[in-house]
């Protein structure tokens, strides 16, 4: 074909529509032309076949979508933790502005005398928690992948709950500086746990600890029916505000030690001061007071907290301190009471406290808080079973004579330390000479070898001459307390009473070589001071001006005279036999008490199990002690 008719037949030509192609072109595979005069197309046309349209008209095919991005590698677990917190923070915040906001608004509407009422002056450390669990702060710390929840040191302003609790009961303010005078005299030089200054009057301090305002009030009070009903609103406040609502302050840990350190005023018939050391233990944790400030800054969330950093910064006050040394000493005085739960244990930041509080910079009954501390640390450590030694066991250890020589002139160091209005107070006396009476006896519960020359059974004379040396001295301090600081002996000196006795009751009947009971009868007459204790605690309640609760129930200087006598009807049946009842021990139906022992209705009904410290003495009479012969062989006591 000419090239002029190439042209001339292409410019006549047309390209079929996409999916448009003729049968036979789309089967080749080939260019589909369509004639002009639209007849066939120019494929078929030229090779003479018939051209066919397509059965179906061809789809596009799917346009493949473009590869999704390369996904950034996800954030830190401490990045996301630290947008959830601050999420949270924001959240947190936003509610306290709403409570804020609503707290100003009813604030405005009441009284004078109540706005008075919530001036911070009045309200002290008992609302130091209520509004702070409203507006925590967060801080987190990555290196330990710890978070710590702050508390804001500066408070909403709201009433508190407590001095509500306490308006129920109304104390004049005259009788209420006696009382609050007669517990700085007398119960703080017993256990001087809080520092109340002179200054202070018993207004101000409702004002400021309302708690332990209401626990000195019902410590101290003449009338035992009052006692009875403070005490009552004491278990509401314990179990409502405490328990229920979680608060926490120095002034509900301040009136849970006073109140558990004087449980057996309060005991109907189950002991609860185990369980309140407890809680003391836990209100420290929750404050935080139970370890120092940490030096190493921790990271914090997005959000600066100036105040709060400044907070955490400032050293433990004295208060703190001083208060973390009496939840040791509460939980030492439950263990040497119950053998229940084990003392709170001994930490460094304990020891500091030892040594700050030590100094005596704000009261000088500091330097008796410390002084009862070191003795406890030491009777712990003599009655504590380690871990390879058999749990539960109440008897002292065995120590070696090297080391029960290095713990008597340790406790000849505490007791030199002492100034001089320490060491003159009965407390003093009552702590040191326990302390040394554990150490002697823990030398007892040591077998001595045999031998020709008697030797060993000398030194073990010696050793029962030591300790009858102490009950002596104590019998001695015990004689010159006033009975108008009777009301003042708490649970852990009380403790002490009654493990004297138990002591001299095994002097008194211990069948060893050489040993003279007739001597020590005439010496610590057992019964004969049982007998003088209980003429004794009839006339405080005379001298004190103390008056019975009209009931069944009546308060502890009118019913301890029973204990007593029940204490000394438990020492007669475990007399042993061979023993001859004489002048020296009378027997319950001889002597001026036949009738009290025999015949009062109350003390049928009293039982040995109700009370907390005779089922202490039926263990240590009956259990084994240092009751061994110079040839190992144990010798129990008759029962």
């Known amino acids: ?269 189950k002991p609860f001061m185990n369980m309140l050391s407890q809680l003391a233990v836990s209100l420290a944790s929750e404050l935080d007071i139970h370890h120092d400030i940490p030096t190493k800054q921790l990271r914090r969330s997005r959000f600066p907290l100036p105040v709060q950093q400044a907070a955490r910064r400032h050293p433990r006050t004295l208060e703190e301190r001083r208060t973390m040394l009496a939840v040791f000493h509460l939980t030492s005085s439950a263990w040497s009471t119950y053998r229940k739960t084990e003392p709170l244990r001994w930490t460094p930041y304990l020891d500091d406290c030892i040594r700050v509080i030590g100094e005596g910079r704000e009261t000088y009954l500091d330097a008796l808080l410390v002084m009862q501390i070191k003795c406890q640390i030491i009777t712990n450590e003599l009655t504590i079973s380690s871990s390879d030694e058999a749990k539960g066991t109440e008897d002292p250890k065995v120590l070696s004579l090297v080391l029960s020589t290095a713990l008597l002139r340790q406790l000849g160091d505490i007791g030199q330390g002492l100034p001089s209005e320490i060491g003159s107070l009965s407390s003093t006396q009552f702590y040191l000479l326990y302390t040394e009476l554990k150490i002697r006896e823990s030398l007892l519960g040591r077998p001595s070898p045999p031998d020709q020359a008697g030797l060993s059974n000398f030194q073990r004379l010696r050793d029962l001459e030591s300790v009858l040396n102490i009950v002596e001295r104590w019998l001695a301090a015990y004689s010159e307390m006033p009975l108008s600081d009777w009301v003042g002996i708490s649970v852990d000196i009380f403790t002490q009473f009654m493990q004297y006795f138990v002591v001299l009751f095994k002097l008194s009947i211990l069948d060893e ?76 139906n001889s002597g001026p008490d036949a009738n009290d022992t025999n015949g009062n209705a109350e003390l049928m009904d009293f039982t040995f199990s109700d009370e907390f410290l005779l089922s202490m003495l039926q263990e240590n009479i009956l259990g084994p002690g240092w009751n061994f012969r110079p040839d190992n062989s144990y010798m129990p006591f008759t029962t």
């Open 1 to 269: 074909m000419p090239p002029g008719s190439i042209a001339e037949s292409s410019a006549s030509l047309s390209p079929a529509p996409y999916g448009q192609a003729c049968l036979g072109c789309s089967r080749a595979k080939c260019k589909c032309f369509y004639r002009s005069d639209g007849t066939d197309c120019e494929r078929c046309h030229r090779l003479g076949k018939v051209c066919e349209p397509a059965p179906i008209v061809r789809k596009r095919k799917a346009r493949t979508p473009p590869p999704p991005p390369t996904q950034p590698l996800p954030p830190p677990v401490s990045t996301r933790l630290e947008e959830k917190l601050d999420d949270l923070v924001t959240l947190l915040r936003s509610q306290a502005a709403e409570k804020q906001a609503q707290s100003q608004t009813q604030s405005q509407r009441q009284t004078p005398q109540s706005i008075n009422e919530g001036t911070p002056g009045s309200l002290g450390d008992s609302t130091s928690s209520m509004p702070g669990r409203e507006n925590p702060d967060l801080v987190l710390d990555t290196a330990a992948s710890i978070v710590h929840i702050l508390r804001p040191e500066t408070p909403l302003m709201l009433p508190s709950p407590i001095l509500e609790d306490v308006s129920v009961h109304q104390v004049p303010d005259g009788i209420a500086e006696e009382q609050l005078d007669t517990f700085r005299r007398v119960f703080l030089s017993t256990f001087p746990f809080v520092h109340i200054p002179i200054t202070m009057s018993a207004a101000e301090l409702r004002r400021q600890k309302p708690f332990l305002w209401l626990v000195i009030m019902a410590l101290t009070t003449k009338m035992v029916a009052q006692q009875f009903a403070m005490a009552d609103t004491i278990w509401h406040i314990i179990s409502l505000r405490i328990v229920s609502q979680h608060l926490a302050s120095l002034d509900l840990l301040l009136g849970v030690i006073g109140f558990a350190s004087w449980s057996h005023y309060f005991k109907k018939d």
């Open 513 to 588: 070589p050489g040993w003279d009971l007739q001597e020590v009868r005439r010496r610590a007459n057992i019964f004969e001071i049982l007998d003088r204790a209980c003429d004794n605690i009839d006339r405080v309640p005379v001298i004190t001006g103390m008056v019975d609760a009209e009931g069944p129930r009546s308060g502890l200087f009118f019913k301890m005279n029973c204990v007593l006598r029940d204490v000394k009807a438990l020492f007669l049946a475990e007399m042993p036999p061979d023993i001859q009842l004489g002048a020296a021990f009378p027997t319950p």
